[in-house]
């Protein structure tokens, strides 16, 4: 699929109530991530962020599938086929869109519907939070043909399950379920197919009525502090606290201290405050 002359877009955006649904679009080949799609999704997250209308993204798959890995066709063989520069061109923007999401401006959420292989992981990992299908299955399938999970898969696996299942998916490729998924702490919850879309949306929602700069500087200090040692996340977090007050030109912080201590409007323990 050449994204310049093809009339369906390799991916899906809907904008409706603070929500951009987006769908990666090959459901023919179970949403397989191929150079034109890995390049596609920049612009895509570009857009993401830029429009004023979103205040929550959600990535997901159209069809039967989440994705099914990378395009073994041509993410590899026709890749490779065109040389050490081509592939490292095409590690650079899936790479990249991965990257760019773990960090996007907005809350992410991953809705994973179907089949989730390999070289999925890594968008999945990317988003900020995960909820699947009970019936959806993933798998490690990269032992079945031969490699490693790469991509950062392994890396992905490492941080978000324990050493012995990390291990036992990598080594037997064996596929698991939602279920599962939620269990081993992949997802945060699974949840029977028919209700995925309302339980995405209803989190969705508690995101959307919290300080957006907030949720930013929540979100990347949780991702930056895990990997700092305990006395420089106690600076990162005093330093990150700073600029965020910098950054919400809104004030929320004072608004949120003025409407529990003076106005006695709101319980901070128990809801958010109100901007
Ligand atoms: N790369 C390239 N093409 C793919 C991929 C993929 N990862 N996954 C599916 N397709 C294509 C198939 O070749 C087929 O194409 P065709 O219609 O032109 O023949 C089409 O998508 C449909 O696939 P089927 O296998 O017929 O679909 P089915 O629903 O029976 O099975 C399943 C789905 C289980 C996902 C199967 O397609 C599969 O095993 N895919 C590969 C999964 C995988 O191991 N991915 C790589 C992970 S490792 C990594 O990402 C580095």
Redesign the pocket.
Known sequence: QDRATDAVPLALVEVADGIAWVSLN?P???????PALNAYMHEVLDAVEADERVGVMVLTGAG??F??????????RETEEKGHLAVRRAQRDAYGWWRRLRWLEKPTIAMVNG?C????FSPLFACDLAFAAEDA?F????I??G?I???N?TKVVADLLGQRDALYYIMT?ETFDGRRAAAVGLVNESVPADALRGRVAEVAKVLLEKNPATLKAAKDAFKRVVEMPFDTAEDYLVVRQESLAFLDKTEGRKAGIRQFIDDKSYKPGLASYRR
Do not use: T
């Open positions: 090959r023919d080949k179970r949403n397989a991530m191929n039967e599938a994705s099914a890995g990378m395009d073994l066709k041509e993410y590899f089949w292989f390999g070289g999925a299955q798998g490690l399938s990269e079945n043909w490699i999970p790469g991509g898969v490729g």
